[in-house]
Each structure stands twice: as C-alpha cells, then as structure tokens.
C-alpha cells in the first residue's frame, strides 16, 4: 500500500490542469473569433479545478497544521497564491471600460463601474447586475466567480481541519454531492453559480468535487505507476469529456464526469511519473493555467474594444482565433516568470515573522 498523500509534484495532474484552463477559454473566445471550435462542457473544467485544488492542498498542507501554523497563516498563503494574478486581471478589465469610454461603447453606469471595482478589490461578488437578464455574480471578469467560492472553501477547510476526520469528511463528500445532485436535476446542468439566480448553487459545486479531493489525497491506493504515455491519454480523455456534445444526455453527461470521471482522472493522474522533457511541458501547463484561466476574458474585451475601432472584422479572418489563443499561452507564460512569481515571492518574504526569516 503506498500513500497518496506525499510531498511531490503531480506532473500528469498539471497536464489536465492547463488543458482544462484552456477549453474554458475556448469557450469564450469562440464566441469572439473565428477558426475556434466550441466545447459544449467546458464549464465542466471548473468542478475539475475543484477536485485539483482539495487534492493538492491536502497533499501541501494537511500535516503543516499546527498551534502556530493555522488559519490565518493558510489564508495568507492561499491569498498570495491567488491575489497577483486576481489583481492584474481587474486592472485589465477596469483598463477595458476605459477603452470602452474612449471608442464609444456603452459601459456600465460610473456608480455601478465604482461599486463593481470596489466589491471585486476584496474579490466579492458585486449586487449591480441583480435583476438583469444577464446576471453575473463579477460583472468585470465572469470567471472570479469560482475564485469567491475557492476562498470560501479553502476557509472551511482550514477553519475545521482538526475536525476533519476520515468519517466527517465521507459525511460532507457524501452530503454535499446529493446536494450538487440535486442542483444538477433541478437546473438541468451543472452550469451554476457564476450568476445570481443560481449563486447559491454554487456552494455545493464548490464543496463536493474540493473535499472529495481531500479525501482523496488522504487514501491509499494501489495503483502502479504510470508512464509518459499515460499522461497524454488522460490530457486526451479530459478533452473528449470537455468537449463531446451529450444532446439530450446532458444531466447525465455532467453527473457522470464530476461523479466518475474526474475522479478516476484525478486518481489516475496522481500514480502517472512523468519523466524526460515532457514532464516539464506538463509542469509548464500547469504554471500558465491559472493565469489563462483568470486573464482571458479582461484581455478578449480589451482586444474587441480595440478591433472593433480599427480593425472590425479582424476577428472573422479564419486564422485570428488560433493567433489570439497561442500569443495569450505565451503572454501568460511571460506573465508568470516575470510578474506573478516575483510578486509572490515578495509577498512571501513579507509575510513571514522574523523568527522564521
């Protein structure tokens, strides 16, 4: 019996991570540009990043607990890991209302513009877009809602982790995912809670897929190691997961890939050992997919406000959909290395008491 919960990089788990950042971007951009296909499930990847994040944060941090490592010090940490990346893509969608005013669009109006920025500084969801057909929950960058409940999660996590035993942990997995199964039956999908009219479902898409990662980070399996090629096989069926058109299949669809599928995914990914140069592409593709995950749309929106002025119908040439997404992978890879990993870095050093400098 080997013991899933080890101090290592899971290079196979970094793979699915960026190819999910990825088709959630495809998602939004096909809307925008032309040579693009469409991934009917994309929203699926959110409960998969879910299930990443409870597994890999137990595996960092579930022995660090201690009376002078608790709470707070966990939420600095995750803050720091979240917050750079958060806070430039709010520049970037505040720089794009600002392009907005000046090429003649129509933004919100300047006291709902206020209040949106305001409430998405402490990264809060904002009560603007109440009442509106379109209701988003974060009006200046839709996918900061899955962040809030990341934050809210992580608490929980961190607030009863002395608590968190083997037998309350299967009681919460097992409560919250009738919960998530119900909100998928009544809804139809598991497409909820980056809205306001299905914000509360939000809490159990959050909480099943995050503490079945802990969960499962804490199990033992005897799975044997697994190889390069394994790696690409399940980069391959996370797309055909993600992109695969159910038609009338859908509640099914969704409730098998969150119940089933991303868990064996999961399971599997963690026993693969990459090796050679592939492992660092697969390490590559996990260190840009929060970055793509939270900076794509800001950027599409300033990139249309632009187009839109000087070159409108740019965006139907066949080529500018396969264009936009590769200079945005490379743009975040740069984006990394240049800003978020020095900032993080000296946030960290900043954090630190002195007694542990």
């Known amino acids: ?18 190819v999910a950042a990825v088709i959630v971007m495809f998602v939004h951009m096909n809307e925008h540009y032309a040579g693009l296909f469409s991934p009917e499930n994309g929203y699926l990847a959110v ?47 505040a720089l794009k209302l600002l392009v907005q005013i000046r090429v003649g669009a129509s933004p919100p109006p300047l006291r709902d513009m206020a209040t949106d920025i305001g409430l998405a500084i ?3 969801p904002s009560p603007t877009t109440i009442g509106h057909r379109f209701d988003p929950t974060f009006p200046l960058n839709l996918p900061a809602w899955s962040l809030f409940f990341e934050l809210v999660v992580n608490l929980a996590y961190a607030s009863a982790h002395r608590w968190l035993t083997h037998r309350v942990l299967t009681g919460l997995v097992a409560a919250s995912g009738a919960a998530l199964l119900a909100v998928i039956l009544v809804h139809g999908s598991d497409a909820v809670g980056n809205l306001w009219h299905t914000f509360g479902s939000g809490l159990p898409r959050a909480t099943f897929p995050f503490f079945l990662g802990i969960l499962m980070s804490r199990a033992r399996f005897d799975l044997p ?16 997961v993600l992109v695969i058109p159910p038609g009338s299949w859908r509640v099914l669809w969704d409730i098998a890939s969150i119940f089933l599928a991303f868990p064996l995914l999961v399971a ?3 026993a693969v050992e990459v090796k050679g140069a ?25 990139a249309d406000a632009v187009l839109k ?21 490379v743009g975040c890879g740069a984006i990394d290395r240049y800003y978020d990993l020095p900032v993080r870095r000296w946030l960290t050093r900043r954090a630190r008491p002195p007694h542990d400098i």
């Open 1 to 18: 019996m080997t013991s899933m919960l080890t101090h290592r990089r899971f290079d196979a788990l970094d793979l699915l991570r960026g």
């Open 225 to 240: 190691r697994l190889g390069n090629c394994s790696a690409a096989a399940l980069a391959v069926v996370l797309v055909a």
């Open 278 to 302: 592939i492992g660092k592409w697969c390490l590559w593709a996990g260190v840009i997919s929060y970055a793509v995950y939270v900076l794509h749309l800001p950027t599409i929106g300033i």
């Open 47 to 93: 409960d998969l990043f879910f299930l990443l994040s409870g597994f890999v944060i137990a595996n960092a941090y579930d022995r660090r607990f201690s009376p002078r490592w608790g709470v707070a010090e966990f939420l600095k940490v995750r803050l720091i890991r979240l917050y750079p990346l958060y806070f430039l893509a709010l520049i970037l969608a």
């Open 309 to 329: 002025r000087i070159a409108p119908s740019l965006h139907l040439a066949a080529a500018s959909g396969p264009v936009f997404v590769l200079l945005l992978i």
């Open 268 to 270: 599997l990914g963690a």
């Open 122 to 124: 402490l990264m809060l």
